[in-house]
């Protein structure tokens, strides 16, 4: 039976640990425990989707115990293979530093930054000799390898695997080993990595370390696991309404799941929520601005969770167009000559551009393609749109555009 003193850290948002008696045993041994959490920079931004092993990290750390930060400049180049189904194309040098250094300011959001010891991977493997390689590689068989899902799968419809992808778990492994890791923390997927570390720390006569494995959070399209390749993410780093707003859009199904392993909420309101989400005793939308103002709170503070819902009440609720959109000279694009009552046809996806509410044609093009352009209400399906003085323009949920034509006011103020 779990003690009653860590029920919560070993129980809530957790998938699996091997092994909890063990682990226990560590608990109360009454020294300081070393949690290894590595990472690759193969990307720059975390979303929350890490987020939900980082807040295990942080209450290991409030009961005195001391993350290790593994920075995988090495296991970058090669990129995980977990999940995957095809090689990932190697990443330079310069691209796996840059994106290091973007990961740990997110990192240190969550994570207490004081408590945490940050190791590079190159501190051991920069001076492996081709000696060392061939013992470590000697440690495991080829079959062993192959007994992880995603390599048997590939290998089993013919899909190339590289020696590098394989070498990967033998280098996340020994980096339990460089550390002399008590716990590994990782997602469900990183299962087999870690228990390849477990074995590693015993063939060299080290004490297995523990894994402590939390699920895969759901990304927005509330089918696969959050990604960026996806695009199914919530970032860390994103602003307060781009959060808030993301956060209304997951389906109403992951609610009760998001709350659990991203929030603070007490288990006994998490779950009176579920019940009231089977009973339809509550509206889903309630329980969503809950949950994204909790969320933006952790991360902006609750000044900006506020603001982020006050916006979204205004803009999504009420419909009503914010105060503080931009705006866009509907003159200067007509003849000097033309009447001050006017209106003008413009192509839509060149003002985009111009205006800054898409990076390209091609973008505008899609997002017209998408019908995700609307002028003063109603979707835009052609380049050429029809503009007036204060017609709104909306692109996608969050980005708005007023025309205005200041000559025609200038004009109505003058005459007045």
Known sequence: MTDTRFATI?????????????LLRLLDSGRTLIL???????????????????R???????????????????????????????TRPMLSPTEIENNAQTYMEQFFKVVDKEKTELRWQSEWFSQFTLDEVIKLTSKFTVAQLLAREDFNRRYSSGNPISLTEMLYPLLQGYDSVAIKADVEFGGIDQKFNCLLGRELQQS????????????????????????????????????????YGKMMSIPDHLIVEYFELVTDVPEEEIAEFGEQ????????????????????????GKQAADEAQEHFTQVFQKRETPEETRTAELRSVTHPSARLTIEVQRDITILLVETGLAKSRSEANRLLTQGAIEVDGEKVNSNLVTLKDGSVIKVGKRRFLRMVDSMKRKQETTSF
């Open 36 to 54: 290894k959490q590595g990472f690759d920079p193969s990307a720059p931004d975390i979303h929350l989707g890490h987020v939900v092993g980082l």
């Open 277 to 300: 989400l089977k009973t339809h005793s509550v509206n889903p939308m309630n329980l969503k601005k809950r949950l994204a103002h909790e969320i933006v709170r952790q991360f902006h």
């Open 204 to 243: 060299t006569g080290q004490p297995p370390q523990q894994v402590f494995l939390v699920p895969l959070l759901v990304g927005t399209d509330g089918k696969q696991k959050m990604s960026k390749s996806l695009n199914n993410h919530i970032g860390i780093a994103e602003p307060p309404r781009e959060m």
């Open 56 to 86: 295990k990290l942080r209450q290991f750390q409030e009961l005195g115990h001391k993350v290790t930060l593994i920075v995988g400049d090495w296991t970058a180049r090669i990129g995980d293979p977990s999940g995957q189904s095809a």
């Open 10 to 22: 070993l129980k809530r948002g957790v998938a699996e640990i091997i092994t909890e008696a063990e």
